[in-house]
Structure formats: structure tokens, C-alpha cells
């Protein structure tokens, strides 16, 4: 399995505290039938962009690590992106392997900013690719999950942690990854691993729920095709969503944008 989001990098975010943390991490996600794996610590904000010696130097610590150990495992960099008006995608960590392609991006869990769904249509006119990170987790689209829907129909490929769908999260979160699920909103399924208990990086789990919930050709899109190739940067397998019933709230994020930008047919 390939999977596109974990917290790896010694002392860094909230993921392990030291290098022995970090090991033991990759021993997990080896064990669980990981084989690419992608360290995608938290960029917060304009200090972590000074970071990025700091960030490399961690990654190169934890390469080596792999190859010390002998471990079946490769690994590349990227950043989880904590979205802001003005973030930039130009940095060696903004991008899956540095290809100036998909990006990993979140915001708060409490509302969708104003400025969010202009910010990722930038992107996209761009040519970049943002894969938002754990859609199912967000209280916007717990309350309405055509939010989610809507981000897809952005030409935004949505990742949902393997935690959610196996109630780490809480029942709520694990509805709303299912509503995704069935409704073909969900590309990349990650574990955003921190740790070995609570936020697990191991991906077994999720792979034999999938499988006997969704089917083995579903579990390899979604577990090892798309998330190798956003690494790679190539176009995601993509079925057409369903949409969900339409919100009615005049007040919403999306009309607001709507009315402003007139992208009312795309979105
Ligand atoms: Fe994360």
C-alpha cells in the first residue's frame, strides 16, 4: 500500500517525540503492508515555512533510517498545508516529491473560511492538484456533506483518514466517511498516522474493510493506485460522484462564492 499523509519526522508536530518514536512507526507500517509512504508533517504556518532546513534535515534522518534498519519501505516528502489567503505552493515541501503538482491542504474544523474555495479554484487554474486531507472530519460537511461533493466537482481530490471509516473518530466522523464513500467523494484513503495507538499508521485495517465492504479492485484505487499516483503526479481515478440533496441555506460559503465569482454551472 502506498499511503500519502503521515506524521513521521522526529520532534517536529505533533507525530513522534524522537527517532526511536519514528522507528518504531515504520516497523508498524511495514508489519501493516505498507510500502511507499509519504512523511507529510504539519506546515501551520509562516514560521514552519522557515523551517524547511529543519524539515529536510528530519526527512533525510528518517531515509536513512529506512535504509539503516533494511526496511521494505521508501518514503518521500510532502507538507500538510494549513491553508491561508496568501499560502504559496513553491517550497520543497508543498508538493507530493516536489512535483509541482498535488498538494495536501486542510483548513479549521470548524468552518470553511470565506476565502477557501477561491483560494483552491487558483490553484487549479494553475495546474496544481490540492487533495484536501480528512474531508469526512470537517463540521461543515459532517452537517452537509455536498460541501464535500462540491470541493470534488472543483476538480479537489478529498483523502480520508483510514481512522475515520473505523470509528476513531467518533460516530459521526465514521457516518459521514461512509456518506463520502458511497457517494464516490473519497479518491485517496491515508492513515495520518502520529503514533502507533491512538492515530495508528497502520493501514491493514482499513484495507480489509474496504475490501469486504467496497471490493479488492476499489481497495487498490484507493489505496495504492491513486495515492502512487499523486506521488507521481499523474491524473487520480476518478468515477463520477453522486450528489447529495441539495443545501437550501441562501446564506451559505458556496452562494456567497457563487454569487461573487458567477461560477454558479461549476460548482
Ligand atoms: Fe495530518
Given at each position: 500500500m502506498?499511503?500519502?499523509?503521515?506524521?513521521?519526522l522526529?520532534?517536529y508536530?505533533d507525530g513522534?517525540?524522537?527517532?526511536?518514536h519514528?522507528?518504531?512507526?515504520?516497523?508498524v507500517?511495514?508489519?501493516?503492508?505498507?510500502?511507499?509512504?509519504v512523511a507529510?508533517p504539519?506546515?501551520?504556518?509562516?514560521?514552519?515555512?522557515?523551517?524547511?532546513?529543519?524539515i529536510?534535515?528530519?526527512?533525510?534522518?528518517?531515509?536513512?533510517?529506512?535504509?539503516?534498519?533494511?526496511?521494505?519501505?521508501?518514503i518521500?516528502?510532502?507538507?500538510e498545508?494549513?491553508?491561508?489567503?496568501?499560502?504559496?505552493?513553491d517550497?520543497?515541501?508543498s508538493?507530493?516529491?516536489?512535483?509541482k503538482k498535488?498538494?495536501l491542504?486542510?483548513?479549521?474544523?470548524?468552518?470553511?473560511?470565506?476565502?477557501?474555495?477561491q483560494?483552491?479554484?487558483?490553484?487549479?487554474m494553475k495546474g496544481?492538484?490540492?487533495?484536501?486531507?480528512?474531508?469526512e472530519?470537517?463540521?461543515?460537511?459532517?452537517?452537509?456533506?455536498?460541501?464535500?461533493?462540491?470541493?470534488?466537482?472543483?476538480?479537489?481530490?478529498?483523502q480520508?483518514?483510514?481512522?475515520?471509516?473505523?470509528?476513531?473518530?467518533?460516530?459521526s466522523?465514521?457516518?459521514?466517511?461512509?456518506q463520502?464513500?458511497?457517494?464516490?467523494?473519497?479518491?485517496?484513503?491515508?492513515s495520518?498516522?502520529?503514533?502507533?495507538n491512538?492515530?495508528s499508521?497502520?493501514?491493514?485495517?482499513?484495507?480489509?474493510?474496504?475490501v469486504?465492504?467496497?471490493?479488492?479492485?476499489?481497495?487498490?484505487?484507493?489505496?495504492?493506485?491513486?495515492?502512487?499516483?499523486?506521488?507521481?503526479g499523474?491524473?487520480?481515478?476518478?468515477?463520477?460522484?453522486i450528489?447529495?440533496?441539495e443545501?437550501?441555506?441562501?446564506r451559505?460559503?458556496w452562494?456567497?462564492?457563487?454569487?461573487?465569482t458567477?461560477?454558479g454551472?461549476?460548482i
Amino acid at each position: 500500500m502506498v499511503d500519502i499523509h503521515s506524521h513521521l519526522l522526529p520532534d517536529y508536530d505533533d507525530g513522534p517525540p524522537t527517532i526511536d518514536h519514528t522507528r518504531k512507526m515504520l516497523e508498524v507500517a511495514e508489519q501493516g503492508g505498507t510500502r511507499i509512504i509519504v512523511a507529510t508533517p504539519h506546515i501551520l504556518d509562516i514560521t514552519d515555512y522557515d523551517r524547511e532546513d529543519e524539515i529536510l534535515h528530519k526527512f533525510n534522518l528518517v531515509r536513512e533510517l529506512i535504509k539503516k534498519d533494511g526496511r521494505n519501505l521508501k518514503i518521500f516528502l510532502a507538507g500538510e498545508i494549513f491553508l491561508f489567503p496568501d499560502t504559496k505552493l513553491d517550497r520543497v515541501f508543498s508538493t507530493f516529491n516536489n512535483k509541482k503538482k498535488y498538494a495536501l491542504v486542510e483548513f479549521g474544523m470548524r468552518q470553511i473560511p470565506d476565502f477557501v474555495p477561491q483560494k483552491l479554484f487558483d490553484f487549479v487554474m494553475k495546474g496544481l492538484r490540492p487533495i484536501l486531507a480528512h474531508p469526512e472530519r470537517y463540521i461543515p460537511i459532517i452537517k452537509f456533506p455536498q460541501y464535500a461533493y462540491k470541493f470534488v466537482q472543483m476538480d479537489v481530490a478529498l483523502q480520508m483518514n483510514a481512522g475515520s471509516i473505523l470509528g476513531a473518530f467518533g460516530d459521526s466522523v465514521k457516518r459521514t466517511a461512509r456518506q463520502l464513500l458511497e457517494h464516490r467523494c473519497i479518491h485517496i484513503i491515508a492513515s495520518d498516522g502520529h503514533n502507533i495507538n491512538s492515530r495508528s499508521i497502520n493501514l491493514e485495517e482499513v484495507r480489509k474493510y474496504i475490501v469486504n465492504t467496497y471490493g479488492e479492485k476499489q481497495a487498490k484505487i484507493l489505496l495504492e493506485e491513486n495515492p502512487l499516483r499523486a506521488i507521481r503526479g499523474e491524473p487520480l481515478i476518478k468515477e463520477e460522484p453522486i450528489p447529495f440533496e441539495e443545501e437550501t441555506d441562501d446564506r451559505s460559503i458556496w452562494n456567497r462564492f457563487k454569487k461573487k465569482t458567477g461560477l454558479g454551472k461549476f460548482i
